[in-house]
């Protein structure tokens, strides 16, 4: 075992994981975690703590998952490389570490320039860190758990337990160095993949078709990203706007014309992670309900996915 | 005095100064393009009232480019002007007429100015006795 | 070559009001490329000011010169006694220039009238665009000639992010991504294959971030 942490374990025992996810709030408080934690327990292995996601400054990721271990809930910790150096990096690694965290989600982050959006003033003025780049900090992590060495070359003392995920946009721009991609993060050490959201089954089955072929599914889990939509307006928004996400016109068109959109949303998740479970190669799905964590435990039922395996107390 | 600047292009008119009223001072040029925009700011730290470009068919520049200069030179010397507060309508480009007609757009831009000054968009007092050190 | 853009024109007015004898010094090198700074800048900027001090029936005299390269303090020199005799320099050249003024000058309040922004290129028409970050570690040759540090938003060695859409940077439109551009081209000269390799980490201690730099050259003493 790497980290032995749930999701890990789970992943070696061949089953097929599901992981949510868990945003922080923009304050101090604990019981925003602590109720997002009743919502969610259970109905999923491990759940991402983003890390002041669009640049939105949060609760940070390292403290979000500390209070959700508290709670019960396995984090999977996000860290971006827009804010933190190398040397800020892997002093919160040791940190989490210390503190129990087993998982963390290497990904580059939304330019700072995303937090000034709708009513939010942001910081578009802060400093581009990016001293590293989400591919070199897979590997630097993977440097401290297995090689016990910081990225300069001092040496570190005792284990740093961890369990390392990269991101993956199989149709971001351009497609057809997407697999490519995946296949340094892989080589540099990511344990786990989790996908931008999917709902083009065709366009995706034929992303991982390419990614077998390079024997990528084998090195590493690839977990399926599920968003969950809430009506067309966010799927037309998404089809138009988010990098790499894809939204068939016909399903744009079954939202439109639904009676009620929330109800569909709920029916072409689950069809969504049905149809992801037969594509070889994915070993789970990463649901994300935005702004919406209450109807993860539907999801996950009408899915199928419940109850989640029981890991024995070693 | 006030006057009106007015820079000609030869093909508009041809070469013999056309305008006699003294509240104008006519420079001939080879072609339109010739005018830089220091020109026409130069013309309104000396105080006076407006520049008026009279220009060739942009194709029938025998130039051939130097019409389409001449007015990419009033947009940005107009930027600049309204950048210190003269209105950039007290520059006025007229293409190419019979010189009757030229004279009574003169007359319009004229009125034009005065207009101007009416409404609170003076140009700037007479500063001819600028000095450069 | 050096890009810069002319300050807001009230910036500069508010900046230079007190004074009675102002110099506007330009400098005839990158600026003058890029239209912010060189002789035609100087005399347009000294215009300006003229029409905008006389309209607040302030008397002022302004004062014009441009040096080849205001960088080069020999090239001061032959400026330097209509300079002294001035209250206040407003510098048109890139902040280098500004700097070589105020050390050349250091009685005499120097104030930019500039904004330095990039080393860059003029790309098209009317367009200069960014292009080098002076990372002190050139790696140009590893992709295909398109610089990941000045290029990507987040310099990425090992891109591209999964923000790029249609070929532009997530930060805007007007920015095309480095990464698919530098694949494009690997790509059509057939050394894609090249990019499985992994760029390992920048060591930022030949940019900026290990301190100012400088280089030192005996051989080009006089």
């Known amino acids: 075992m790497k980290s032995g942490s749930r999701l890990e374990q789970l992943l070696a025992r061949g089953e097929f994981v599901v992981t949510a996810e868990l945003g922080p709030p923009m304050s101090a408080d604990v019981e925003v975690i602590a109720k997002k934690a009743e919502l969610l327990r259970h109905t999923a292995d491990a759940f991402n703590v983003t890390d002041n996601q669009t640049a939105v400054v949060r609760m940070s990721s390292i403290a979000a998952s500390v209070l959700c271990l508290k709670s019960g809930l396995e984090p999977i910790m996000q860290m971006v490389c827009r804010d933190r150096n190398r040397i800020a990096m892997q002093s919160d690694i040791l940190g989490a570490v210390a503190l129990g965290i087993r998982n963390c989600l290497c990904i580059s982050g939304d330019h700072q320039s995303f937090g000034r959006a709708g009513k939010l003033l942001g910081h578009p003025g802060a400093k581009n860190v990016y001293d590293i780049d989400s591919i070199n900090q897979i590997r630097m992590f993977r440097q401290l758990r297995d090689e016990g060495k910081f990225q300069g070359g001092d040496p570190v003392k005792g284990q740093v337990p961890l369990f390392i995920g990269a991101a993956w946009t199989p149709l971001g721009d351009p497609v057809d160095f997407r697999v490519i991609r995946l296949g340094k993060k892989i080589a540099a050490g990511a344990d786990f993949v989790q996908t931008q959201g999917v709902y083009d089954i065709e366009r995706f089955a034929d992303a991982m078709k390419k990614a077998r072929a390079e024997g990528l599914h084998e090195k590493t889990a690839i977990l399926a990203g599920i968003i969950v939509p809430k009506s067309a307006g966010m799927l037309k928004y998404m089809n138009n706007s988010v990098a790499g996400v894809s939204v068939p016109e016909a399903l744009i068109r079954r939202m439109s014309e639904a009676a009620d959109q929330k109800a569909e949303g709920v029916a072409i998740a689950v069809e969504l992670i049905r149809d992801i479970r037969k594509i070889e190669g994915i070993r789970g799905v990463h649901i994300q309900p935005v702004e919406w964590e209450s109807i993860m435990r539907t999801i996950s039922d009408k899915a199928g996915l419940l109850p989640r395996p029981e890991i024995p107390d070693a | ?133 | 070559m050096i890009v810069a853009q002319r300050k807001p024109l009230s910036e500069i007015i508010t900046k230079m009001e007190a004074y009675k004898k102002i110099i506007v010094a330009g400098c005839e090198t990158c600026v003058a490329e890029c239209h912010a700074g060189g002789r035609k800048e100087v005399e347009l900027l000294a215009s300006q000011l003229r029409i905008a001090f006389s309209q607040k029936m302030a008397p002022v005299e302004i004062a014009e010169c441009c040096i080849e390269r205001q960088c080069e303090p020999e090239m001061i020199e032959p400026c330097s006694e209509q300079i002294m005799a001035q209250e206040a320099v407003l510098s048109i050249a890139c902040g280098i220039g500004v700097q070589q003024m105020a050390e050349r000058f250091p009685n005499l309040p120097v104030f930019p009238g500039l904004n330095t922004t990039f080393l860059g290129t003029h790309a098209k028409p009317t367009q200069w665009e960014e292009r080098c970050a002076g990372c002190g570690n050139c790696v140009l040759d590893l992709t295909a000639g398109i610089c990941p540090i000045a290029r990507c938003s987040k310099s990425l060695l090992n891109g591209p992010c999964g923000g790029a859409q249609d070929g532009k940077c997530e930060v805007s439109d007007d920015i095309p991504c480095a990464w698919a551009e530098i694949v494009e081209r690997m790509t059509k000269c057939g050394k894609r294959d090249q990019l499985r390799q992994i760029i390992p980490c920048k060591e930022w201690n030949t940019a900026r971030d290990g301190g100012p730099r400088r280089l030192i050259h005996e051989e080009a003493a006089p």
């Open chain 2, 1 to 133: 005095m006030k006057h009106i600047i007015v820079y000609r292009c030869q093909q508009c008119g041809g070469r013999q100064k056309l305008f006699k009223e003294n509240w104008v001072r006519e420079f001939v040029l080879t072609c339109a393009g010739q005018l830089e925009p220091i020109h026409i700011l130069r013309a309104f730290e000396d105080g006076e009232f407006g520049v008026c470009l009279m220009h060739c068919e942009p194709g029938a520049c025998r130039t051939l480019a130097g019409c389409q200069a001449a007015i990419r030179h009033v947009k940005y010397a107009r930027q600049l002007l309204e950048e210190v507060g003269i209105h950039p309508e007290r520059v006025k480009t007229i293409c190419c007429q019979p010189a009757g007609d030229l004279h009574m757009e003169l007359n319009l831009f004229l009125d034009h100015l005065k207009h101007l000054d009416g409404h609170g968009s003076a140009p700037a007092p007479d500063v001819s006795e600028r000095k450069k050190a």
